[in-house]
């Protein structure tokens, strides 16, 4: 990380204020913006690594904002603790395997769930008949796969959609999730020796302007109803569905 030319430390800033706007628009989104975007300049693992602190920053902050939010956490705690553990496997999966093969599991399963109203037979509503199951299951797997390809968050908008939870409540009890989770894997990372004093030094400055993109974002988002974020919601995992699959492909043929 020394003799950083000063042109990265620019796109750095911008990439990670980028995905704070994205962030607080949707809620959620930050590491799938600021994660590939960063690699392209660095590698995968660095790239998880300096968006860390930023990370922690940003959820830590959504999770907290909007009022209420002792109620929304105290509901959906049991999801972060998931979360954790699957971090923390994740975590050390990235480390001894390569994940990429993760992406296109997590994008066939967003597309599964986004084009499954048109299965009649499919029922979804297991997931509000038995929230604790499935919330054990969507937020380890969730956990496992923001551990490998520091993206998590379309398993847990699946399962809060499905359980049609206010707008205000999704994004509090997946921030929530996702600070434990970050908090895990950088203890993990730090225990295994690849998070050292210079990343931190880097990723601090980069929070910062993070959280600058989240407000912005939250301003925008506190303007649009209910139905609409949900909408804008399904969207974005059609979205993010195509850009993992892109992902994927980038990699493969770049080995």
Do not use: C
Not at 12 to 40: I, K, Y
Not at 121 to 133: E, K, N, Q
Not at 215 to 223: E, K, S, T
């Amino acid at each position: 990380m020394e003799n950083i030319p000063v042109i990265y430390m620019v796109l750095a800033l911008a990439v990670v204020l980028l995905g704070g706007l994205v962030h607080g628009t949707f809620g959620v989104g930050f590491p799938l913006v600021a994660t590939p975007l960063l690699a392209l300049m660095t590698d995968v693992q660095t790239a998880i690594l300096l968006t860390l602190a930023p990370n922690i920053l940003v959820n830590g902050y959504s999770m907290l904002r909007g009022g209420g939010w002792a109620a929304s956490l105290g509901r959906f705690w049991p999801i972060a603790l998931w979360m954790l553990a699957g971090a923390v496997v994740g975590t050390l999966w990235l480390v001894s395997v390569d994940p990429n093969p993760f992406r296109l599991l997590l994008a066939a399963t967003m597309v599964f769930y986004l084009t499954s109203g048109h299965f009649h037979r499919l029922d979804w509503g297991w997931i509000r008949r038995h929230p604790r199951r499935s919330g054990a299951g969507f937020g380890f797997g969730a956990g496992v796969l923001g551990g490998t390809v520091n993206v998590g968050g379309p398993v847990l908008m699946i399962f809060f959609l499905e359980m049609k939870v206010a707008p205000l409540v999704l994004v509090q009890a997946i921030n929530l999730a996702f600070f434990v989770s970050k908090i895990a894997q950088a203890g993990t990372f730090a225990v295994l020796g690849y998070f050292g004093l210079d990343l931190l030094l880097w990723s601090l400055p980069l929070a910062l302007i993070s959280l600058a993109g989240l407000r912005a974002g939250m301003a925008l988002r506190d303007r649009v109803p209910a139905d609409r974020f949900r909408g804008w919601l399904r969207g974005l995992l059609w979205l993010m569905a195509g850009m993992l699959v892109v992902q994927f492909f980038a990699q493969f043929l770049g080995q």
